[in-house]
């Protein structure tokens, strides 16, 4: 066979090839090798055109059965009306048949669509619903809080991982600090108070300041920080936090250089597939998180916002944005961990889909990702896993035709499509000289939408690439990311972001509930984080009484009611100004009088003896402002003050110096020198009782003593 034949054959072959793919329902049951094709050369040099058949059957004159090379070629000369009409083929169908692209690499591009038998095509079949695991329905109900859902994805044996290693680290640190107080381990209910404390600086968006700032006392700093943690034992907390062993880290980071925080990670992402089922369409992407401190694989990405961090591929619902897969991109090659010999052959970016869909191979969901993962092998391999690919193509694909790229000759809103038996190719033109081209492995028509005239490809691909950046957007918008230089810790962060994403997506499938905006459900996540925290520094005796107040209002706690008794330590109410003093006989052993607990002051009161007695050291605090209490409350005040000033009166009956002493802060209204007082804590008592315009004519009969005269000067 000759150069020209050759050429011939392998033209011949095309055209078969065509026709075959042009074949309907009609003509099913007519096979191909049965179908002559009509071709005219246009160059003959002959007087005759040449016909051939494309049978393999014996031929009318006798010649045997064969190949190209055994097919008869008849010559006649003809018209192109009588060809058509012998052969009973309409000229219109000859002038309007199925046109082929092709490109680079010569791959080709049917304009026909293909004819499909069945009405719904098999990889738009997904038989899994949307929404908790089976396994999980029962947490859905009334009573369901953010932190039953939370509680999911951060279960409590992860924490528990994290406190064990983090108080590792807090016994290194534990001699480096003088005062101990702040310094001691840090347990389950703790550390959850800290996640809660970070989850509010997220809604109140104060992440960024500086924590000192938080517990300014001259109106500027947030309450709800000061009774969660203290100042020190935030700081503490930050330099601790660890979530890995120390002692086999550098073992593990000779095959995983994400060895701090891989194990946290990688039972996060367990959780997230094990908890919740997505939907019939997924979206892949990359997200960066930002970082500036020292990383071996931190990235630079200039159309970022935060253009440096640390690179995260994502797999995510692509309604709702729920997070069901990822991985940390470690440099080059981590693309292709996890995966087998053969599937490392393929490109990068179809390696980092594979390692991606693992969650859903066979599920038939179909994956919308941009140009830098899409490509005709991607929609190969992933027809293989039952999935189908909706996204976007580079220009320099070598198997995009010339004419789906853009051209000035082209008018805006145009459509051109190409189709073969699994992938259909699109170019839309949005603006001159500009074409968007897009492929497809889920649909099989050229439907284009009558309103904006774009194609059915780019309305689904709109609709479904935003899961990834929905997520993203999220985790921005209430952050729980603070400036460090530790990049584990940056990590831990957006995990944080990404748990309360995907319990709020949970939440919404809640029909019991109505779930409110997502300030509100991770303000009641953070709530029920420190609640318990909350609880345990109110009921602790070595917390400020401010704290506990303002924990008992936070917390609406009851003040409870202590019973007043003899020399018994009560917490008793002293209001701040000037009471005058009942007139009554009165003696110290009274009865028991039940006063209402202010809050935060205390006073011990005992019996006053001997001298001893009189030097033991009294914690007295300053009384709040009671100016709108109540009657009843002034009242039993007035009654407890009168016995105890009676009572002291009576008791130092044989210390002389000491009543006059007293006599005479009574006759001056009770100001004295506060190092006299200091000697006395008694008299310092009466200092700040704010009794006024109280002399002796006020006592009893049997207790009114001439004040000593006054020393001299």
Same mark, same amino acid.
């Given at each position: 066979m000759d150069v020209n034949n050759e050429y011939f054959v392998r033209w011949l072959e095309e055209e078969l090839s065509d026709v075959e793919d042009t074949l309907d329902e009609s003509c099913s049951d007519v096979e191909p090798e049965d179908l002559e094709v009509p071709v005219?050369?246009?160059?003959?040099?002959?007087?005759?055109?040449?016909?051939?058949?494309?049978?393999?059957?014996?031929? !009318?004159?006798?010649?045997?059965? +064969? +190949?190209l090379s055994t097919q008869r070629f008849s010559v006649s000369r003809m018209s192109v009306e009588e060809f058509s009409s012998e052969d009973e083929v309409p000229l219109s169908q000859l002038q309007t048949r199925n046109r082929n692209y092709f490109g680079k690499n010569r791959f080709r591009w049917s304009s026909v669509p293909i004819a499909s038998r069945t009405r719904t095509q098999r990889h738009n079949i997904v038989s899994q619903a949307q929404?908790?695991?089976?396994?999980?329905?029962?947490?859905?109900?009334d009573s369901t809080t953010p932190l039953d859902l939370w509680s999911l994805l951060f279960t409590d044996e992860m924490l528990e991982n994290i406190?064990?290693?983090?108080?590792?680290? &807090?016994?290194?640190?534990?001699?480096?600090?003088?005062?101990? +107080?702040?310094v001691h381990d840090v347990d389950l209910i703790e550390l959850k108070a800290f996640i809660g404390f970070v989850f509010y600086t997220a809604i109140f968006k104060e992440n960024r300041e500086h924590y000192t700032s938080w517990y300014s006392s001259d109106g500027s700093g947030r309450e709800i920080y000061r009774c969660i943690l203290s100042k020190n034992r935030f700081e503490i907390l930050m330099k601790a936090i660890r979530f890995d062993d120390a002692e086999t880290r550098a073992q593990r980071r000779e095959t995983d250089i994400s060895a701090p925080?891989?194990?946290?990670?990688?039972?996060?992402?367990?959780?997230?597939?094990?908890?919740?089922?997505?939907?019939?369409?997924?979206?892949?992407?990359?997200?960066?998180?930002?970082? @500036?401190?020292?990383?071996?694989?931190?990235?630079?990405?200039?159309?970022?916002?935060?253009?440096?961090g640390l690179k995260i591929m994502c797999l995510t619902d692509a309604r709702n944005g729920y997070l069901l897969n990822t991985y940390l991109y470690l440099g080059k090659d981590s693309d292709g961990i996890n995966l087998t010999p053969e599937q490392t052959r393929f490109s990068k970016p179809t390696q980092a889909v594979l390692r991606l869909i693992s969650p859903i191979e066979g599920s038939n969901r179909n994956v919308t990702a941009d140009n830098w993962f899409c490509s005709v092998e991607l929609v190969d391999v992933l027809k293989d896993k039952k999935l189908s690919l909706v996204g976007t193509l580079k220009k320099n694909k070598k198997e995009i035709p010339p004419e789906f790229k853009p051209n000035r000759r082209r008018e805006i809103g145009t459509s051109l499509f190409g189709f073969t038996k699994n992938i259909t190719l699109t170019s839309f033109v949005p603006k001159k000289n500009s074409a968007v081209v897009l492929i497809s492995s889920m649909h099989h028509t050229a439907n284009v939408d009558d309103n904006t005239k774009k194609p059915e490809i780019i309305l689904y691909y709109n609709n479904t690439k935003i899961g990834v950046d929905l997520l993203n957007q999220r985790c921005s918008n209430y952050t729980?990311?603070?400036?460090?230089?530790?990049?584990?810790?940056?990590?831990?962060? @957006?995990?944080?972001?990404i748990s309360a994403s995907d319990t709020y997506v949970m939440s919404l499938q809640n029909q019991a509930q109505k779930t409110g905006s997502?300030?509100?459900?991770?303000?009641?996540? !953070?709530?029920?984080?420190?609640?318990?925290?909350?609880? @345990?520094?109110?009921?602790?005796?070595?917390?400020?009484?401010?704290?506990?107040?303002?924990? @008992?209002? &936070?917390?609406?706690?009851?003040?409870?009611l202590p019973t007043v008794s003899g020399a018994d330590y009560l917490e008793t109410p002293f209001p701040r100004g000037n009471l005058s003093m009942r007139n009554t006989e009165s003696s110290w052993s009274s009865s028991p009088m039940d006063i209402r607990k202010p809050r935060g002051v205390t006073m011990r009161e005992q019996k006053v003896g001997d001298d001893e007695d009189l030097e033991r050291d009294h914690e007295l605090y300053r009384p709040p402002d009671l100016t709108h209490a109540n009657n009843a409350l002034i009242e039993a005040y007035n009654r407890l003050a009168q016995t105890f000033i009676g009572g002291l009166i009576s008791d130092t009956r044989d210390h002389g110096s000491l009543q006059s002493d007293i006599i005479n802060l009574l006759e001056e209204n009770c100001s004295v020198d506060r190092k006299k007082t200091e000697k006395h804590p008694c008299l310092y008592t009466l200092t700040h009782v704010g009794v006024d315009n109280v002399g002796t004519s006020q006592l009893p009969p049997a207790q009114r003593l001439a004040p000593s005269a006054p020393p001299a000067s």
């Open positions: 005219i050369l246009e160059d003959c040099e002959s007087d005759d055109c040449l016909q051939v058949s494309s049978s393999d059957e014996q031929s !009318a004159d006798g010649q045997p059965e +064969g +190949g929404g908790l695991q089976s396994a999980y329905h029962h947490v859905l109900n406190v064990i290693h983090t108080n590792d680290k &807090i016994r290194q640190l534990r001699p480096k600090y003088k005062k101990q +107080g702040c925080i891989a194990e946290l990670f990688s039972s996060f992402i367990q959780n997230c597939q094990k908890v919740y089922s997505i939907g019939t369409c997924v979206c892949i992407d990359e997200m960066l998180v930002a970082f @500036r401190g020292r990383c071996r694989f931190r990235m630079f990405m200039p159309k970022k916002p935060a253009k440096y729980t990311a603070r400036r460090t230089q530790r990049w584990p810790l940056c990590i831990f962060y @957006r995990l944080l972001d997502r300030f509100k459900f991770i303000k009641q996540l !953070a709530e029920e984080l420190t609640r318990p925290h909350m609880k @345990r520094r109110e009921n602790n005796e070595h917390t400020p009484r401010d704290i506990k107040t303002s924990i @008992r209002q &936070i917390l609406k706690i009851a003040d409870e």
